[in-house]
C-alpha cells in the first residue's frame, strides 16, 4: 500500500509539469492577445531606425512551416496576417519594401552589397551582418517575384497573408541606389489565439485538476494506519476549541535535546528530495488557491478537499523548514512525505477550515496584506539594497538571500557547532517569526478571513488567549525579546 501510495505521488508530480506549461502557455497568449493588440487588431513593434550605406536591408530566414507530418494547409488555415510599414527618411526619395521567397530574393542580390537583419536586441535595435558585393543592382520594381510589395513616397505600407515556405523581407530606394534609411514598423495579426489560449487553459486545468487529484490519492493515508488531523474535525468540541484559539493559523515545533553538532551543515542536501517534491507541490498550490477563489466569489466556501491539499503544502513545507532551512534546524528528524500530520513530527501546522468566507476580500486580501508581505519579504528570504544608479532609491530583491530568517538558522547552527546546544531565546524567536509568515500566507492564500495580528508569537507552542508563556523544553532561561532592553542585557551578561 506504501509503494503504491508513493507511485500515485510521483505520477502526480510529474502530470502536474504538462498542466502547468498548458496553463502558463494559455494565459501568456490570453494576456498577450487582450492587452498587446493595438486597436486595428495587429501586435506592432517599432524598430530603431534601420540604415546602410549598402543598396538594400534584407532579414534573415523568416520560415513558416507546419508541424512535421502536418499538411501545409494546416498553417494557411492559421490565418496569420504581416504588416511592414516603412518611412524613408529622405522625404524626396521613393522606397520600396517587399516580401519575397528566400531563394529568388537570395538570387536577385547574390553579387549586390547590402546588409541582412540577423537579430534584435532587447530595446529592438537592429544587429546586421554585411554581404559584400557591387553597387549595382536591378531595380525592384522590376522583379516578379515578390509576394507583397510597396513603393513610393512618404509612408509605405504592405499586408501579407503569412503562407508555408522560407520568405525574406526587403528594403530598397526604389531606384536600387545605396545608402538606405528608413523607419520601420512591424505587426502581426493571429485572430487563432483566441481559440488557442482557450484551448491550452482547459486543457492545463483539465491536466493540473487531476494531477493534484493524484496527489492527494497518493497522500491518503489507509484505513489501518494512525494519523493525526486536527485542521479537520468536525466535532462541536474541536470547532468550540479552535474558536478560542489566538489565531485560525496553529504552528508549533520542538526542539530536539539532543541535535547533531554538524549535521545542519548538510541537511539541505538531505532535504533535496523534498525540495524537487515541493516546487511541484507548490505550483499546484498557486492553481488551487485560483480556482478556490473563484469558488468563493460564487459559493463564499472554499472547497473542502483543496482546503486539505493547501493545508498539506504548507504543513509539509513547514516540515521540511524546521528540519533544513530558516525554520530553526531545530530537529534531526528526518521529515516525513506526507501531506497529512504523522505521529511523532517535530513540526506541525494546522489552520481551522473556514464554514463561510467572505465574497468582497477575495480581490482585496494581497492589497490589505502588503505591510505583512513586507515584512515576510525581509523575514523570508528577500535582501533589501541601495541603488546608486537613475536616483538613489531602496529596492527589495526577493531572489537575494536567506533574509533575517536565514541568518537567524545561520547563527543557530554556529552556536550549535561550537557550543553543542540551541539557544533556546534564539528557537523562540524564529518560531515566531516563521508563525508570522504562515499566517499572513495563509490570509493571502483566502484560507481564513482573520487578518494577520502585528504580533510576534515566539515559542515552540501557541499561548491561548490569556494564558501564561509555556515553559522551554529545556533546562535553558527563556528570553523574552519583547522585554525591556534592560532585561534583554542583563540576560546577556
Same mark, same amino acid.
Given at each position: 500500500m506504501r509503494s503504491?501510495?508513493?507511485?500515485?505521488?510521483?505520477?502526480?508530480?510529474?502530470?502536474?509539469?504538462?498542466?502547468?506549461?498548458?496553463?502558463?502557455?494559455?494565459?501568456a497568449l490570453g494576456f498577450g492577445y487582450a492587452f498587446g493588440r493595438g486597436t486595428d487588431?495587429?501586435?506592432?513593434?517599432?524598430?530603431?531606425?534601420?540604415?546602410?550605406?549598402?543598396?538594400?536591408?534584407?532579414?534573415?530566414?523568416?520560415?513558416?512551416?507546419?508541424?512535421?507530418?502536418?499538411?501545409?494547409?494546416?498553417?494557411?488555415?492559421?490565418?496569420?496576417?504581416?504588416?511592414?510599414?516603412?518611412t524613408s527618411s529622405d522625404v524626396q526619395r521613393e522606397i520600396f519594401i517587399g516580401i519575397g521567397p528566400q531563394a529568388e530574393v537570395d538570387e536577385y542580390l547574390?553579387?549586390?552589397?547590402?546588409d541582412v537583419v540577423i537579430d534584435l536586441t532587447d530595446d529592438l535595435d537592429p544587429v546586421y551582418a554585411s554581404e559584400g558585393g557591387s553597387a549595382n543592382v536591378a531595380l525592384p520594381t522590376e522583379q516578379d517575384f515578390w509576394a507583397a510589395s510597396a513603393v513610393g513616397?512618404?509612408?509605405?505600407?504592405?499586408?501579407?497573408?503569412?503562407?508555408?515556405?522560407?520568405?525574406?523581407?526587403?528594403?530598397m530606394n526604389a531606384d536600387g541606389s545605396a545608402g538606405v534609411i528608413a523607419d520601420v514598423n512591424v505587426g502581426t495579426k493571429a485572430e487563432f489565439l483566441v481559440p488557442l489560449a482557450v484551448g491550452l487553459l482547459i486543457a492545463g486545468f483539465v491536466?493540473?485538476?487531476?494531477?493534484?487529484?493524484?496527489?492527494?490519492?497518493?497522500?491518503?493515508?489507509?484505513?489501518?494506519?494512525?494519523?493525526?488531523?486536527?485542521?479537520?474535525?468536525?466535532?462541536?468540541?474541536?470547532?468550540?476549541?479552535?474558536?478560542?484559539?489566538?489565531?485560525?493559523v496553529r504552528l508549533t515545533a520542538t526542539l530536539d535535546p539532543e541535535l547533531s553538532?554538524?549535521?545542519? +551543515? $548538510?541537511?539541505? =542536501? @538531505? !532535504?533535496?528530495?523534498?525540495?524537487?517534491? *515541493? /516546487? #511541484?507541490?507548490w505550483m499546484g498550490f498557486v492553481v488551487a488557491t485560483f480556482v478556490a477563489a473563484v469558488s468563493i466569489l460564487v459559493t463564499r466556501t472554499y472547497p473542502r478537499g483543496i482546503f486539505e491539499f493547501n493545508v498539506g503544502v504548507l504543513r509539509w513545507s513547514w516540515r521540511v523548514s524546521h528540519y533544513a532551512t530558516t525554520g530553526g534546524l531545530g530537529t534531526d528528524r528526518y521529515p516525513a512525505f506526507s501531506?497529512?500530520?504523522?505521529?511523532?513530527?517535530?513540526?506541525?501546522?494546522?489552520?481551522?477550515?473556514?464554514?463561510?468566507?467572505?465574497?468582497?476580500?477575495?480581490?482585496?486580501?494581497?492589497?490589505?496584506?502588503?505591510?505583512?508581505? +513586507? $515584512?515576510?519579504? =525581509? @523575514? !523570508?528570504?528577500?535582501?533589501?539594497?541601495? *541603488? /546608486? #544608479?537613475?536616483g538613489d532609491r531602496v529596492s527589495f530583491d526577493a531572489t537575494g538571500g536567506g533574509g533575517i530568517l536565514g541568518l537567524l538558522s545561520f547563527i543557530a547552527g554556529l552556536v550549535l557547532l561550537f557550543r553543542g546546544r540551541y539557544p533556546q531565546a534564539l528557537f523562540d524567536l524564529i518560531l515566531g517569526f516563521n508563525r508570522w509568515i504562515y499566517r499572513t500566507v495563509a490570509y493571502v492564500a483566502l484560507m481564513t478571513d482573520e487578518y494577520p495580528p502585528f504580533?510576534?508569537?515566539?515559542?515552540?507552542?501557541?499561548?491561548?488567549?490569556g494564558s501564561p508563556p509555556t515553559a522551554p523544553p529545556s533546562g535553558e532561561p527563556h528570553l523574552d525579546l519583547r522585554a525591556a532592553p534592560e532585561l534583554v542585557d542583563e540576560h546577556r551578561q
Open positions: 503504491t501510495r508513493t507511485a500515485l505521488l510521483i505520477i502526480g508530480c510529474v502530470l502536474m509539469i504538462p498542466g502547468l506549461i498548458l496553463l502558463l502557455v494559455g494565459a487588431g495587429y501586435f506592432d513593434a517599432t524598430l530603431d531606425r534601420l540604415a546602410t550605406p549598402t543598396a538594400a536591408i534584407t532579414t534573415d530566414d523568416i520560415t513558416f512551416a507546419a508541424d512535421p507530418g502536418s499538411p501545409d494547409w494546416v498553417l494557411d488555415a492559421l490565418d496569420a496576417d504581416i504588416r511592414l510599414r516603412a547574390d553579387d549586390v552589397s547590402h513616397l512618404g509612408d509605405q505600407e504592405i499586408t501579407w497573408e503569412a503562407t508555408t515556405g522560407e520568405w525574406s523581407a526587403v528594403l491536466v493540473t485538476a487531476a494531477a493534484i487529484a493524484v496527489i492527494i490519492a497518493g497522500t491518503r493515508p489507509s484505513s489501518n494506519e494512525p494519523v493525526r488531523d486536527t485542521a479537520n474535525v468536525d466535532s462541536k468540541a474541536t470547532e468550540s476549541s479552535l474558536a478560542e484559539k489566538a489565531s485560525p553538532r554538524w549535521r545542519w +551543515l $548538510i541537511k539541505w =542536501l @538531505l !532535504a533535496i528530495p523534498h525540495f524537487i517534491v *515541493l /516546487a #511541484f507541490l501531506l497529512r500530520a504523522q505521529p511523532g513530527d517535530a513540526a506541525t501546522l494546522d489552520i481551522h477550515y473556514p464554514h463561510e468566507l467572505s465574497r468582497g476580500l477575495v480581490l482585496v486580501k494581497w492589497l490589505l496584506a502588503l505591510p505583512h508581505l +513586507l $515584512i515576510v519579504s =525581509l @523575514l !523570508a528570504g528577500s535582501s533589501v539594497r541601495w *541603488l /546608486a #544608479f537613475e504580533r510576534l508569537d515566539q515559542g515552540g507552542t501557541e499561548a491561548q488567549p
